[in-house]
Each structure stands twice: as C-alpha cells, then as structure tokens.
Nanobody, 123 residues
Framework: QVEMVESGGGLVQAGGYLRICCGG?????????MGWLRQGRGKEREFVAA??????RYADSVKGRFTISRDDAKNTVYLQMNSLKSEDTAVYYC??????????????????WGQGTQVTVSS
C-alpha cells in the first residue's frame, strides 16, 4: 500500500535546481517528522534530509544546497534542490520518521514509504 506520493522529479543540468514534493495521509503529517532519502543506481538507500516542527537536519553531501520544508495544512513535504550535481542523480523517496528528527541517521529510522521520484542530473 502506497502511503506517500512523490512528484516533481525530472531531468536537470548540473548546477540547476529542482523542487520535489510529497503528499500523504494527514495522520502522518500531524504526528511524525518527515524525511527524504535517495537511492542511486547500484547504491544503498541513504538519508538526505529530515524535518520536525522545531528544525531539520541534512546529510553532509547536500548541506547548503538542499532545503527541506513542510506544509502540514496541505499534508505536503518539499525538497528544494539547488546547485545540483551528477552525483545527486537518484530515486528520491519521502517517508515518515519513526524517531525524532534530530536522531535519524538512515532508512531504518523511517517507515511509510512512497514509490519515489526519479531525479537525473546531466553533466
């Protein structure tokens, strides 16, 4: 059962920007921190960003380039991606966090996944 729906992925040139979105059930946005993770071809799924109601945190690889935000009234979480690099190419997934946003480190901290949206950065 799909619990989150991601959208907004696509093809962008290196140095460009893209915003991806994720919508889901109101119960998730009312009760959980939310996050984005990604999986490149042949790679393990990795943490990208997480957001609670008092702040957020980022993987070192995207810090300063990506911004996560949420609109609970719309049951939506966003990921603004700037200064994109070829190594950002991946399927991006959103998920609800099982742990407080300050403590998330990777996929085991998340549940209720979406099916993902492909982001491809051409060099």
């Amino acid at each position: 059962q799909v619990e989150m729906v991601e959208s907004g992925g696509g093809l962008v040139q290196a140095g460009g920007y893209l915003r991806i979105c994720c919508g889901g059930f109101e119960s998730y946005f009312s009760n959980y921190a939310m996050g984005w993770l990604r999986q490149g071809r042949g790679k393990e799924r990795e943490f990208v960003a997480a957001i609670g109601w008092s702040g957020g945190r980022y993987a070192d690889s995207v810090k300063g380039r990506f911004t996560i935000s949420r609109d609970d009234a719309k049951n939506t979480v966003y990921l603004q991606m700037n200064s994109l690099k070829s190594e950002d190419t991946a399927v991006y997934y959103c998920a609800a966090a099982r742990t407080p946003w300050r403590e998330v480190t990777g996929p085991p901290d998340f549940g209720s996944w979406g099916q993902g949206t492909q982001v491809t950065v051409s060099s």
